[in-house]
């Protein structure tokens, strides 16, 4: 869960730069409580009640019908081509770090590559996902403790001066660090999708947020607030900086070691998004809403290994574009998918009320309240302030009814079919 929604500190840098050290410290403090804290809840609740494989998706099916059911399905599986692509993306670009000759078809075929290797694990299995998972972010940790360690005992800067970047337009300051803070932390129920495949889910999943939402908020604000009380060099922050902080704080072997963990955590990170996301098609097409053979799964590992590879060739057909390409039009898709989940957290309770949750969101009513409010907030400011792509944005949620029109269109014509047929 760790690897899926974080992964580790890397992709935040240019928060630093664009909204100022201040305030992107404390994004990493407050985004939380209005987006990945709330969304955590309601996934721990309906997973205990409801723990299927599709996740949110099933969820939202069972609290809203198969129109809202499909689209939180439909947008989750096209949200995950552009999250495919960006950290295939993410990973040739730190690469070339060490080979700055990977640029062009080149860059491309790094990430092709990645793809590949990481959807052949996956057919492999969520145990040697997990086992891949767990060994990545251990390699992940070493260096990342270490600058924290380094950079606390060199402390010679206020590291949340200056709070933004002076003479810049509001809506730079504000909007492209949320776009970021939200992109960072989102996720946090995408991992029900796999449900099925995890031993006990009901108590399984409750325990693992409680520990991966404060976890991943130390692993963003930590070697952050670290760097700069070391530096202070705010102006120098860009994707990457990670690795240069830790050479100037520790040394070339520590810079080294960074940059090495930088491009273990895409590849940690595409690894576990390829095993929540193509789950999504198979249980669609479970449910009758795309072709039967998304549902076969492997013979020998019993993973659904064709919905493994259409979902890998997407990921490759868009890993040409640039990672701020990719995340504009994602974060439309992202955030419809968290506003379906947290609603279905109201729906499943006014329809289903008497499913067994081991797990309830605390606060009553208020709590209800509170996890529903707050990512709809948040939605609405970042879309309203971010940098997002408005009319890729808007193209790729309005195919979601279309697709929904076309598919039902087919089943009736089969059905009519089968019943001339009798």
């Known amino acids: 869960?760790?690897?899926?929604?974080?992964?580790?500190?890397?992709?935040?840098?240019?928060?630093?730069?664009?909204?100022?050290?201040?305030?992107?410290?404390?994004?990493?403090?407050?985004?939380?409580?209005?987006?990945?804290?709330?969304?955590?809840?309601?996934?721990?609740?309906?997973?205990?009640?409801?723990?299927?494989?599709?996740?949110f998706y099933r969820w939202s099916r069972a609290a809203f019908g198969d129109f809202w059911g499909f689209l939180a399905g439909w947008w989750n599986w096209s949200a995950s081509?552009?999250?495919?692509?960006?950290?295939?993306?993410?990973?040739?670009?730190?690469?070339?770090?060490?080979?700055?000759?990977?640029?062009?078809?080149?860059?491309?075929?790094?990430s092709f590559l990645l793809i590949a290797l990481i959807t052949w694990l996956n057919?492999?299995?969520?145990?040697?996902?997990?086992?891949?998972?767990?060994a990545f972010e251990i390699f992940i940790f070493i260096p990342v403790i270490a600058m924290i360690v380094l950079g606390l005992a060199k402390w010679h800067h206020n590291p949340f001066?200056?709070?933004?970047?002076?003479?810049?337009?509001?809506?730079?300051?504000?909007?492209?660090?949320?776009?970021?803070?939200?992109w960072l932390y989102s996720g946090y129920e995408q991992l029900?999708?796999?449900?099925?495949?995890?031993?006990?889910?009901?108590?399984?999943?409750?325990?693992?947020?409680?520990?991966?939402?404060?976890?991943?908020?130390?692993?963003y604000f930590l070697p952050t607030f670290a760097a700069l009380a070391a530096l202070g060099d705010w102006q120098n922050w860009?994707?990457?900086?990670?690795?240069?902080a830790a050479q100037l704080i520790g040394g070339p072997w520590l810079g080294n070691l960074m940059t090495a963990a930088a491009?273990?955590?895409?590849?940690?990170?595409?690894n576990s998004t390829v095993l929540t996301t193509t789950r999504m098609p198979f249980a669609l097409a479970e449910d009758g809403y795309l072709p039967p053979f998304l549902t076969r799964k492997h013979p020998r590992y019993g993973t659904p290994w064709i919905a493994i590879l259409i979902s890998a060739a997407f990921y490759a057909s868009l890993a040409r574009y640039t990672l701020g390409q990719l995340i504009s039009i994602y974060i439309w898709l992202r955030a419809a998918t968290t506003v379906m989940t947290v609603l279905s957290a109201w729906g499943m309770r006014r329809k289903h009320p008497l499913l067994p949750r081991t797990f309830k969101i605390p606060g009553g009513n208020l709590g209800?309240?509170?996890?529903?409010?707050m990512p709809l907030a948040m939605t609405y400011v970042a879309l309203r302030y971010s940098p997002v792509a408005l009319l890729g944005g808007l193209l790729t949620l309005a195919a979601g009814p279309v697709v929904y029109v076309v598919v039902k269109w087919f089943a009736k014509r089969a059905a009519q079919r089968t019943a001339n047929a009798r």
């Open 1 to 55: 869960m760790f690897s899926y929604t974080t992964g580790g500190p890397f992709g935040l840098e240019t928060m630093v730069i664009t909204s100022g050290p201040g305030m992107t410290l404390l994004y990493h403090l407050l985004i939380p409580f209005f987006w990945c804290i709330p969304v955590s809840l309601v996934s721990a609740e309906l997973t205990t009640a409801m723990p299927v494989e599709g996740g």
């Open 192 to 219: 029900s999708t796999v449900a099925e495949e995890v031993e006990n889910p009901q108590r399984s999943y409750p325990r693992a947020l409680a520990l991966v939402v404060p976890l991943s908020m130390a692993a």
């Open 368 to 373: 209800l309240v509170y996890v529903i409010a």
């Open 123 to 134: 057919i492999r299995g969520i145990q040697m996902v997990g086992k891949a998972a767990t």
């Open 81 to 110: 081509f552009l999250l495919g692509g960006s950290y295939a993306v993410l990973f040739a670009d730190y690469l070339t770090y060490y080979f700055p000759q990977i640029v062009g078809w080149k860059h491309w075929l790094v």
């Open 263 to 270: 491009v273990v955590g895409s590849v940690a990170l595409l």
């Open 161 to 182: 001066v200056p709070f933004v970047p002076p003479n810049q337009p509001f809506s730079k300051v504000f909007g492209v660090g949320l776009a970021l803070g939200l």
């Open 238 to 244: 860009k994707d990457g900086y990670f690795s240069n």
